[in-house]
């Protein structure tokens, strides 16, 4: 026994806060994705108060253990190492050496040298270079000189996360300001993060104190304002300069990004080399106006030369213009990151409202997408995450009961399928149980009896999207998976997109968003039906075939024909819009698909390929089943652009739509 | 007559030991707040003759304190101490630069804080 033992004093705070940094540990390890910052800083500030408290009471092992433990923290929680599960164990494992070394001091010292070199071992992550960020913040010397060196990386994280600093006043009476600040701080969880709080006199009055809030959030003002709960605030984002431009070389390739957090903004950061290009490509365009111009001059041409040389300026125009739109789309494209790094921080706080165990993988967050895209996807997916929480995910004890870990997992991946962009949100929860989705189907009279016994998952699945079946308040009976999934499908088809699900009991369910990458054109596939015109959008074309009425075969309802080894459902577009049938017509075969599904349209022309600028049918005609919008194409005609979504649901849970015939 | 130091330190081990410290000095009175906000609170009650401050506390930072303590004409006068574990070049900057008039790192001697803490409360 070791003949200096500690006094009691420091025995017992050092079990005490070595404990509570323990604790600490756990909760960091349980988070999914970038540690907690707040958790993180009291890790440190626990490890910096043990090594004080081993110092002033001569515990040098103790000491020197907390100082390597203490300095590991303070480059993690300063952005300058990450936290990988290896190094959470060693920390762990200092807690361990922690508690030993207060009790008996003498025992643990070798280990604890050790450990403490391993600690100090830890790389490093390679310094950023480059401006500081913080720069580029508009905050009053005054505020600024007061933020230790943690606040400052907070500060500089929101900014990389391309979010706000809201600087907010308020005032809270001296008895009670600690209450309130401790009430905001709770509120402000998954909303934003209190970087830091400067006290100050309000006014004359000496009941009470100002404060200026210094706030990092992705959220709009209306949205923090909520957070104070009805004190007068006075808030307003810290204004961030400009970033300087940078220079044209090695910076062409680099994306857009959107100038505001999910706020939205209706503006856009551009790279300025992109806009050079744009620049480029508007001088080649003078050049083309220009030769146009000789040629009007051009006396000495004969008339098929002169033709010859306007044919070609006019080929040269197309292509410029070609590139011009390829590039302007390109400048529109963001990465989705920031949306997912929102919902990592939204799962977190749902999660702990619900009293669950969540972990949220992502993947493909380096997808880039339009921006009006990204702003308008964060509804619908914020709704399937909740209800994936909510009702999908088990509570912990469930889940071991049923063989599965105790923190549910959800994966959020995006991946980029030539001009589509497909995202999924899966769940490792309950399930869908279908057999009472058909059960409420029949209930609710959206299937009859009859053809709901005989449904098949995909039918179902439209089901579950429908407004009559989300409405129910006795879903909850079936994982919640259909509330609101109609105002989801809404949203989603709005962007041209499509949802659906898979689902097996008791394993999970997986919604899957099939989108195009930019709303801003659509190139679309034009053809001829009954002497008619449609556009189908060229991102859902998978094949065009020639097509033969004699292969085709009817298969549980479905007109079928082989295709590359696939039976798929085919329907004339003729008879799905009730037109009359040429007789030498469905000479094709147009193959569409969305995510898994196929389908074959029959049509009788094809007139080639087309840029589309949708818009909506007006008011007037409201929603045509099956057409997504109308399009321009030159020379004031107008062609309807198919819903291939639509059609696909149409024909595969409806009644057999036609019989193809030659 | 005596004096009264306010000592601002989330760890008890080390707030009690600056405590202690101080206490051995004739006629020094100890207030202890356990955090920044704390501190605010006691801050109008009494007349302090000299306050103790760590930096990185859970609700405001040191530096938000020393800041709040300088602005204000009634604790302006008040000479100010960090004390702190970390040596950190950043937080000693900006500390002096609002006003400290002395930044200490732990561990700290006994011997050393009580000389220093007479020398500003001017004890003989």
Redesign the interface.
């Known amino acids: 026994m070791s003949p200096d033992r500690p006094p009691a ?2 025995s017992s ?1 050092a079990v005490e ?1 070595a404990e509570a940094l323990g604790r600490n540990l756990l909760l960091l390890e349980k988070s999914a994705g970038e540690p907690d910052p707040e958790v993180l ?2 890790v ?2 626990q490890a ?2 043990l ?3 081993a ?3 001569g515990q040098e092992r103790m ?1 020197e253990l907390a100082h390597a433990a ?1 300095d590991l923290l ?1 480059r993690l929680r300063l952005g300058k190492a990450r936290l990988t599960p290896s190094r959470l164990d060693l920390l762990l494992e200092a807690v361990e050496l922690f508690q030993r070394l207060a009790e008996t001091p003498g025992k643990a010292a070798k280990e604890a040298k050790t450990l403490a070199a391993r600690l100090s071992a830890v790389e490093e992550l390679p310094e950023r270079l480059g401006e500081d960020p913080l720069d580029r913040l508009e905050l009053a010397p ?1 505020m600024r ?7 400052e990386h907070r500060l500089r994280e929101t900014l990389r996360r391309e979010e706000l600093v809201w600087a907010a006043r308020v005032e809270y009476p ?2 009670s ?2 209450r309130e ?1 401790e009430q905001l701080k709770a509120r402000l969880r998954g909303v934003g993060e209190l970087v ?6 309000a006014g004359n009055r ?1 009941d009470a ?1 100002s404060f200026v809030l210094l706030i990092g959030s992705g959220a709009g003002q209306a949205e923090l304002r909520k957070v104070f709960g009805g004190v007068p605030v006075d808030l307003s984002a810290v204004p961030v300069r400009k970033e300087r431009p940078a220079g044209p070389e090695g910076e062409a390739g680099r994306p857009a990004e959107a100038a505001e957090g999910a706020g939205g903004a209706r503006t856009l950061r551009v790279d300025i080399a992109r806009l050079d290009a744009l620049m480029d490509d508007v001088g080649e365009l003078r050049l083309i106006g220009e030769a146009i111009r000789g040629l009007s001059d051009a006396r000495e041409l004969s008339p098929r030369a002169w033709t010859v040389e306007l044919l070609r300026e006019q080929r040269r125009l197309v292509r410029r213009l070609d590139i011009l739109q390829d590039r302007l789309l390109q400048a529109r494209m963001v990465p989705l990151r920031p949306l997912f790094d929102r919902m990592q921080r939204l799962v977190r706080r749902m999660a702990r409202e619900a009293g669950k165990e969540v972990v949220l993988e992502t993947a493909g967050a380096e997808v880039q997408i339009d921006k009006r895209l990204v702003e308008e996807l964060s509804d619908p997916l914020v709704h399937l995450v909740r209800n994936a929480i909510d009702h999908g995910i088990e509570p912990s004890g469930l889940r071991e009961g049923r063989g599965k870990p105790r923190a549910g997992r959800l994966l959020l991946s995006a991946e980029q399928l030539g001009a589509r962009v497909v995202l999924a949100l899966a769940d490792d929860g309950a399930g869908v149980d279908w057999a009472r989705v058909r059960e409420v189907a029949i209930q609710r009279g959206l299937l009859d009896e009859h053809r709901a016994r005989a449904a098949g998952e995909r039918e179902l699945q439209a089901v579950l999207f429908s407004p009559g079946f989300s409405t129910a308040s006795a879903v909850s009976a079936m994982s919640g998976r259909g509330v609101g999934l109609d105002v989801v499908k809404t949203n989603i088809a709005g962007l041209s997109g499509v949802i659906d699900v898979e689902s097996r009991a008791g394993e999970g369910t997986t919604f899957r968003v099939t989108l195009p990458v930019t709303l801003a054109t659509v190139r679309g596939l034009l053809v001829g039906v009954s002497g008619r015109v449609y556009a189908v959008p060229l991102s859902s074309v998978l094949d065009v075939l020639a097509n033969d009425n004699q292969q085709i075969e009817s298969e549980r309802g479905h007109n079928v024909v082989p295709v590359r080894g696939r039976s798929i459902p085919v329907v004339s577009l003729a008879e799905t819009f009730g037109l009359p049938r040429k007789a030498d017509g469905s000479a094709y075969l147009v193959v569409v698909g969305v995510a898994e599904r196929r389908l074959g349209l029959v049509v009788d022309a094809l007139h080639g390929q087309r840029d589309l600028v949708t818009q909506a049918l007006g008011p007037r005609l409201g929603q045509v089943p099956g057409i997504s919008g109308a399009a321009e194409v030159g020379h004031h005609h107008t062609v309807l652009v198919l819903d291939v979504g639509a059609l696909l649901d149409e024909v595969l849970r409806g009644p057999p739509l036609l019989v193809a015939q030659g | 007559m005596g004096y009264k130091v306010l000592i601002v330190e989330d760890s008890t081990a080390s707030r009690e030991f600056i405590a202690s410290t101080i206490q051995q000095i004739e006629g020094a009175e100890v207030v202890c707040a356990g955090s920044g906000f704390d501190a605010l609170k006691l801050l109008p009650r009494y007349r302090f003759d000299l306050i103790i401050t760590d930096i990185n506390m859970p609700d405001i930072n040191g530096l938000e304190l020393i800041n709040f303590v300088k602005m204000n004409p009634n604790y302006r006068e008040t000479p100010l101490f960090i004390v702190t574990g970390e040596g950190r070049e950043h937080d000693r900057e900006r500390g002096l630069q609002l006003g400290a008039a002395e930044f200490l790192i732990k561990p700290l001697q006994s011997e050393q804080l009580n000389e220093l803490v007479r020398r500003y409360l001017k004890v003989a």
């Open positions: 004093e420091f705070e806060t800083n009291s440190f500030r910096h108060s090594k004080g408290l110092a002033t009471f000491a203490e303070d005054e000189r007061v933020l230790t060196e943690f606040e001296l008895e300001f600690d600040l830091s709080t400067l006290p100050g006199p000496v104190l």
